[in-house]
């Protein structure tokens, strides 16, 4: 049997240019070749959550898979399935989920999530 590695460990950093401005810890979806933009409400192209503040053009880092935490948009309870919200935020949601919230958190509030990406 031939043997395995995957390219990035879940958690594990990459870095990708930003198309637009970006604000640390916000969701990102891609947004063309190399690139990635706040991620809309319910997408399907959410790659993890910014590291950093970016300018756009700006390399930006990016947390994927693993445990991540990003702003709620509403109420979120723990073992909620969530998606993105508007403007990078999360959100309870089964349209195009991300995760699962691991802890209760506020409208505003950071919510922690088990990325599935």
Do not use: C, W
Not at 54 to 62: G, K, Q
Not at 90 to 110: C, E, K, N, S
């Amino acid at each position: 049997m031939a043997d395995y590695l995957p390219i990035y460990k879940p958690g594990q950093a990459i870095t990708l240019k930003a198309s637009a401005a970006i604000t640390g810890g916000q969701l990102v979806e891609v947004t063309g070749s190399g690139t990635v933009g706040p991620a809309g409400a319910a997408s399907t192209k959410v790659v993890g959550v910014a590291g950093f503040t970016a300018a756009i053009n700006d390399n930006v880092t990016i947390f994927t898979g693993g445990v991540q935490h990003a702003v709620a948009a509403g109420a979120i309870t723990a073992g909620d399935v969530v998606q993105a919200g508007a403007a990078g935020t999360v959100a309870t949601g089964t349209t195009a989920p991300i995760g699962i919230a691991l802890a209760d958190a506020a409208d505003t509030a950071d919510a922690r999530i088990l990325m599935n990406r």
